[in-house]
Nanobody, 122 residues
Framework: QVQLVESGGGLVQAGGSLRLSCAAS????????MGWFRQAPGKEREFVGT????????YYTDSVKGRFTISRDNAKNTVYLQMNSLKPEDTAVYYC???????????????WGQGTQVTVSS
């Protein structure tokens, strides 16, 4: 498994931007497809999107498509979530996760970070 640590969360006004980072331990980061999830208070965890091992393929849930971008730097063992045009409904704890294959589905992630809070004020 790979250990994951998110950072970059915070408080931002609606319409603003944030970039989350997820740093992975180990030398096999490039063999993992990575995903981002979020969970708002009182709601179920939501799949935000995913990126393939090489970074050449991405998938986003409809609610963030066109606003959020997932990228990765395999040399730095880091995956990013660039969030633009943020809305109050984007407020949640954001988690990164890793799995051994790429797919647009939200299942199969075996390693998780501890999460980082994103709060969007109106």
């Amino acid at each position: 498994q790979v250990q994951l640590v998110e950072s970059g969360g915070g408080l931002v006004q609606a319409g603003g931007s944030l970039r989350l980072s997820c740093a992975a331990s180990g030398r096999t980061f490039s063999s993992y497809a990575m995903g981002w999830f979020r969970q708002a208070p009182g709601k179920e965890r939501e799949f935000v999107g995913t990126i393939s091992q090489s970074g050449g393929l991405t998938y986003y849930t409809d609610s963030v498509k066109g606003r959020f971008t997932i990228s990765r730097d395999n040399a730095k063992n880091t995956v990013y979530l660039q969030m633009n045009s943020l809305k109050p409904e984007d407020t949640a704890v954001y988690y990164c996760a890793a799995r051994t294959y790429y797919s647009g589905s939200p299942v199969g992630f075996g390693s998780w970070g501890q999460g980082t809070q994103v709060t969007v004020s109106s």
